[in-house]
């Protein structure tokens, strides 16, 4: 919400309060004040000028040169604009002026002319060009003739102004208006609040005589207020009102639309107007459509709406959504003489349906779904009625026309004085908390130290005795509430266990590289399971967003693909993400799923890339293992983790995929994605991994032990050995581990050898092997023991055979 500080003055008092400091005192009270614009800031030398000649450029085609009056002399400017003509009153930045972005005006020589000036369109000025009326977007803008010269022109035009930019909640759509906003500076500042003066005559004519109001259904429309004015000349609104409008972000149109829109930022109750003679009709039905039915709106879309929408109709066809868009059939235009003003309260639900379902979100369908006041319904009414008198030489018919069975009544609440400090440790008194509610303009009765509260209807957002604390809390001041430790026995807080090691998992794949990523828990039905640990069947949402955001996922890996495959169309093409999140598995017999947490990251691209030393290392199987290995390290699960070759997961390589283990138990699998997919995405190799965290941080960790550093040394022996192709070379290590008994410390693999010089069918693998022992050195008659052992254990187990 846009709100003019100059135009808030003319509803409550601001007399030695500045704009920032307004700013200050309404944050303060609760509402956020996002920021403070002064529209003139920075820009100067701009005056209204009058042009008393215009010749075409004898050397240009495009350029007029201007003899242009500004009061106190004559100046001759060259102007482009193609509107700019004799007579017009406009806007001249003179020599030495300064316009937005410090551009400064000096004399120029344009195609052999001297300009002393430029005459200004409202762009060049600062003024958004979306907000421009029309007739003026591609040109210069031309001031009314009663202008004087000379004068300011930033103050004709309101930009010696400053806006204030509220950022409000939901909850308080009564400071969506002026007014509503008057009442909570009213209150902070402990002033009246002046409402704007309504009186207008009236002509003998009856309004109900001229249309007759019908609604079919109550509920979305209680009270429907119709006024008729004759006699309208349609033309542009007067200059104060058109700046208003542009400084709270409206584009002007005509005098009676912008009437409308007036109202609407100073009431905050939305108004239709309709052409009475383009209704067809001397009747206006409040209905719900009929599905299948079709309307053209203003912005000339036909729509097709359903019976969810509530219309405006002329007993025949409809003639606007409801508290959305009017339609083309009945919009007021430049041949204008008969007017019908509708106010209305419509349901928020309804008016919502219809915005979304439409795609048009406007300043009316954002209010009636918050909630406007019922209070200010016939006042609006009355209100633009007057001004069209006033600016549109319209005559007002007498009464109004209108369908009325609305039955809102303010609320009353009670609280007691003492509830009210105990909430908020403070301690005020009744007349203090009394002066609160008065200074809100609630009404309020004492029953001893019991509070009873009458909330008016325009602050909807107050229903229960909590709401009422809340506000002596925020106009008390929130600074003047005293500070309070709790009191009792207290333990200081700390992580879970798990929260912990959550926390731990995240600095270690960050550590390595990975990039967190929060991805979407909805997916479609083809790739809800696809990659998932566990075969269960996905979940449909009762109401989805869409087909493609209409399942829960049972894996993370499809949603991390698509932001690598996103990230790769745009030339981002070596990445490394991680997520931990939420998969959803169904339970049998269980209304809800289970919510299991897993880790996934997908990695593609170069891992390192030292370009100096001419190096490119890409991401491989054993990038992503290590980074598996270094977070088991981490969580103390190393010894319990092993690898198995996997070759029956879908969408993954064959050869480059194993399941991972713990204590013999699956849970979860790492590899490389089956290069179909990849081509599919287009993408390079690319190397994932999914497992449940669930399952890795709940796990039985032994303590830490610590070891003594050794203080003998150590023997090492390499054997080659010569197996089956198929062999596991995994299978063969824990062979060699349970042969070694105690002094076998360390075995690693660091050789594998299939070429022309091994027989068919065979391979060889070459281990390291650390024998030692903490208490003493050992002979090399204990250390061929043990090597014997492990030699016979794996000939026999594996039919290893030692390579020649």
Same mark, same amino acid.
């Given at each position: 919400?846009?709100?003019?500080?100059?135009w808030?003055?003319?509803?409550?008092?601001?007399?030695?309060?500045?704009?920032?400091?307004?700013?200050?005192?309404?944050?303060?009270?609760?509402?956020?004040?996002?920021?403070?614009?002064?529209?003139?800031?920075?820009?100067?030398?701009?005056?209204?000028?009058?042009?008393?000649?215009?010749?075409?450029?004898?050397?240009?085609?495009?350029?007029?040169?201007?003899?242009?009056?500004?009061?106190?002399?004559?100046?001759?400017?060259?102007?482009?604009?193609?509107?700019?003509?004799?007579?017009?009153?406009?806007?001249?930045?003179?020599?030495?002026?300064?316009?937005?972005?410090?551009? @400064?005006?000096? +004399?120029?020589?344009?195609? %052999?002319?001297?300009?002393h000036? &430029?005459?200004?369109? #409202?762009?060049?000025? *600062? $003024?958004?060009?979306?907000?421009?009326?029309?007739?003026?977007?591609?040109?210069?803008?031309v001031?009314?003739?009663?202008?004087?010269?000379?004068?300011?022109?930033?103050?004709?035009?309101?930009?010696?102004?400053?806006?204030?930019?509220?950022?409000?909640?939901?909850n308080?759509?009564?400071?969506?208006?002026?007014?509503?906003?008057?009442?909570?500076?009213?209150?902070?500042?402990?002033?009246?609040?002046?409402?704007?003066?309504?009186?207008?005559?009236?002509?003998?004519?009856?309004?109900?005589?001229?249309?007759?109001?019908?609604?079919?259904?109550?509920?979305?429309?209680?009270?429907?207020?119709? @006024?008729?004015? +004759?006699?309208?000349?349609? %033309?542009?609104?007067?200059?104060? &009102?058109?700046?208003? #409008?542009?400084?709270? *972000? $409206?584009?002007?149109?005509?005098?009676?639309?912008?009437?409308?829109?007036?109202?609407?930022?100073?009431?905050?109750?939305?108004?239709?107007?309709?052409?009475?003679?383009?209704?067809?009709?001397?009747?206006?039905?409040?209905?719900?459509?009929?599905?299948?039915?079709?309307?053209?709106?203003?912005?000339?879309?036909?729509?097709?709406?359903?019976?969810?929408?509530?219309?405006?109709?002329?007993?025949?066809?409809?003639?606007?959504?409801?508290?959305?868009?009017?339609?083309?059939?009945?919009?007021?235009?430049?041949?204008?003489?008969?007017?019908?003003?509708?106010?209305?309260?419509?349901?928020?639900?309804?008016?919502? +349906?219809?915005?979304?379902?439409?795609?048009?979100?406007?300043e009316?369908?954002?209010?009636f779904?918050?909630?406007?006041?019922?209070?200010?319904?016939?006042?609006?009414?009355?209100?633009?009625?007057?001004?069209?008198?006033?600016?549109?030489?319209?005559?007002?018919?007498?009464?109004?026309?209108?369908?009325?069975?609305?039955?809102?009544?303010?609320?009353?609440?009670?609280?007691?004085?003492?509830?009210?400090?105990?909430?908020?440790?403070?301690?005020?008194?009744?007349?203090?908390?009394e002066s609160?509610?008065?200074?809100?303009?609630?009404?309020?009765?004492l029953?001893?130290?019991t509070?009873?509260?009458?909330?008016?209807?325009?602050?909807?957002?107050?229903?229960?005795?909590?709401?009422?604390?809340e506000?002596?809390?925020?106009?008390?001041?929130?600074?003047?509430?005293?500070?309070?430790?709790?009191?009792?026995?207290?333990a200081?807080?700390?992580?879970?266990?798990?929260?912990?090691?959550?926390?731990?998992?995240?600095?270690?794949?960050?550590?390595?590289?990975?990039?967190?990523?929060?991805?979407?828990?909805?997916?479609?039905?083809?790739?809800?399971?696809?990659?998932?640990?566990?075969n269960?069947?996905?979940?449909?949402?009762?109401?989805?967003?869409?087909?493609?955001?209409?399942?829960?996922?049972?894996?993370?890996?499809?949603?991390?693909?698509?932001?690598?495959?996103?990230?790769?169309?745009?030339?981002?093409?070596?990445?490394?993400?991680?997520?931990?999140?939420?998969?959803?598995?169904?339970?049998?017999?269980?209304?809800?799923?289970?919510?299991?947490?897993?880790?996934?990251?997908?990695?593609?691209?170069?891992?390192?890339?030292?370009?100096?030393?001419?190096?490119?290392?890409?991401?491989?199987?054993?990038?992503?293992?290590?980074?598996?290995?270094?977070?088991?390290?981490e969580?103390?699960?190393?010894?319990?983790?092993?690898?198995?070759?996997?070759?029956?997961?879908?969408?993954?390589?064959?050869?480059?995929?194993?399941?991972?283990?713990?204590?013999?138990?699956?849970?979860?699998?790492?590899?490389?994605?089956?290069?179909?997919?990849?081509?599919?995405?287009?993408?390079?190799?690319?190397?994932?991994?999914?497992?449940?965290?669930?399952?890795?941080?709940?796990?039985?960790?032994?303590?830490?032990?610590?070891?003594?550093?050794?203080?003998?040394?150590?023997?090492?022996?390499?054997?080659?050995l010569?197996?089956?192709?198929?062999?596991?070379?995994?299978?063969?290590?824990?062979?060699?581990?349970?042969?070694?008994?105690?002094?076998?410390?360390?075995?690693?693999?660091?050789?594998?050898?299939?070429?022309?010089?091994?027989?068919?069918?065979?391979?060889?693998?070459?281990?390291?092997?650390?024998?030692f022992d903490?208490?003493?050195?050992?002979?090399?008659?204990?250390?061929?023991?043990?090597?014997?052992?492990?030699?016979?254990?794996?000939?026999?187990?594996?039919?290893?055979?030692?390579?020649?």
């Open positions: 919400m846009f709100v003019s500080y100059k808030l003055q003319e509803y409550v008092d601001l007399s030695g309060i500045s704009a920032d400091e307004l700013a200050e005192k309404i944050t303060k009270s609760g509402i956020e004040v996002e920021g403070v614009e002064k529209k003139s800031e920075g820009l100067k030398g701009i005056v209204i000028g009058h042009v008393v000649e215009r010749e075409p450029h004898p050397n240009a085609d495009k350029l007029n040169v201007c003899q242009v009056d500004l009061g106190s002399e004559t100046v001759q400017i060259v102007c482009g604009a193609p509107n700019v003509d004799k007579g017009q009153k406009v806007a001249v930045a003179t020599v030495g002026a300064v316009l937005p972005g410090n551009f @400064k005006i000096k +004399k120029a020589k344009l195609r %052999g002319e001297a300009s000036g &430029m005459i200004c369109s #409202l762009k060049e000025l *600062g $003024i958004d060009s979306k907000l421009v009326a029309k007739e003026y977007a591609t040109g210069i803008f001031f009314p003739s009663d202008v004087e010269v000379g004068t300011d022109a930033l103050l004709a035009l309101g930009l010696d102004d400053e806006i204030l930019e509220l950022g409000l909640t939901p308080r759509s009564d400071a969506l208006s002026m007014l509503g906003v008057a009442y909570e500076v009213g209150a902070i500042l402990g002033r009246e609040v002046k409402w704007p003066g309504i009186s207008t005559e009236e002509a003998a004519e009856k309004a109900s005589d001229f249309i007759n109001i019908k609604v079919d259904n109550a509920e979305d429309n209680p009270l429907y207020i119709a @006024k008729v004015i +004759k006699d309208v000349k349609i %033309g542009p609104s007067p200059l104060w &009102m058109q700046t208003r #409008l542009m400084a709270s *972000g $409206i584009r002007p149109h005509n005098n009676v639309v912008d009437i409308t829109n007036y109202i609407l930022l100073e009431y905050g109750q939305p108004l239709h107007a309709f052409d009475y003679d383009r209704l067809g009709s001397k009747e206006i039905v409040v209905r719900r459509a009929k599905d299948a039915e079709k309307i053209i709106t203003l912005d000339e879309a036909e729509r097709t709406l359903t019976a969810e929408h509530l219309v405006i109709t002329n007993g025949t066809e409809p003639v606007a959504i409801a508290g959305v868009m009017g339609g083309a059939n009945s919009e007021v235009r430049q041949d204008t003489t008969t007017v019908i003003i509708e106010s209305a309260y419509f349901a928020g639900t309804v008016v919502r +349906k219809a915005s979304k379902d439409h795609g048009l979100r406007s009316a369908s954002a209010r779904e918050k909630g406007v006041d019922p209070a200010r319904v016939r006042a609006a009414g009355e209100r633009a009625a007057q001004l069209i008198c006033e600016y549109a030489g319209g005559t007002v018919l007498a009464g109004t026309a209108e369908f009325d069975e609305m039955k809102m009544e303010p609320q009353v609440i009670s609280i007691t004085l003492d509830k009210i400090n105990t909430l908020l440790g403070t301690s005020m008194t009744v007349s203090e908390v609160i509610f008065t200074r809100l303009q609630f009404g309020v009765e029953d001893n130290e509070f009873i509260v009458t909330v008016p209807t325009r602050r909807g957002d107050i229903t229960i005795e909590a709401d009422l604390v506000e002596a809390a925020r106009l008390y001041g929130y600074d003047n509430i005293p500070a309070t430790l709790p009191i009792g026995e207290t200081p807080g700390r992580l879970t266990d798990y929260q912990l090691k959550r926390r731990k998992t995240r600095s270690v794949l960050e550590g390595a590289g990975l990039n967190q990523a929060i991805t979407y828990s909805l997916t479609s039905k083809e790739k809800a399971a696809q990659f998932a640990i566990e269960r069947e996905s979940i449909t949402l009762a109401m989805p967003m869409s087909e493609e955001r209409s399942q829960l996922r049972l894996s993370i890996v499809p949603q991390l693909l698509e932001v690598l495959k996103y990230n790769n169309a745009r030339s981002i093409d070596s990445l490394a993400l991680y997520e931990i999140g939420a998969v959803f598995l169904k339970q049998d017999g269980e209304e809800l799923p289970e919510e299991r947490e897993h880790i996934a990251a997908a990695m593609t691209g170069l891992w390192e890339s030292h370009l100096w030393q001419g190096e490119k290392k890409p991401v491989d199987f054993f990038v992503a293992k290590g980074i598996l290995e270094a977070l088991f390290t969580l103390g699960l190393n010894s319990q983790v092993e690898y198995r070759q996997a070759e029956t997961i879908a969408d993954m390589h064959p050869g480059r995929t194993a399941e991972i283990l713990l204590n013999g138990r699956v849970i979860g699998f790492i590899g490389q994605i089956h290069p179909t997919l990849q081509k599919e995405l287009d993408l390079k190799e690319t190397f994932i991994f999914e497992l449940s965290f669930k399952d890795a941080a709940q796990a039985n960790v032994a303590p830490i032990a610590y070891q003594v550093i050794p203080r003998f040394p150590s023997i090492s022996r390499d054997i080659a010569v197996v089956d192709t198929n062999t596991v070379a995994g299978d063969i290590k824990k062979v060699i581990i349970e042969a070694g008994g105690s002094l076998l410390k360390e075995v690693s693999i660091f050789d594998l050898y299939e070429g022309e010089h091994m027989e068919a069918g065979k391979k060889s693998l070459a281990y390291s092997l650390k024998y903490p208490e003493r050195t050992l002979t090399d008659e204990e250390v061929t023991k043990a090597h014997e052992k492990v030699l016979t254990a794996v000939k026999e187990k594996s039919g290893a055979e030692l390579r020649g």
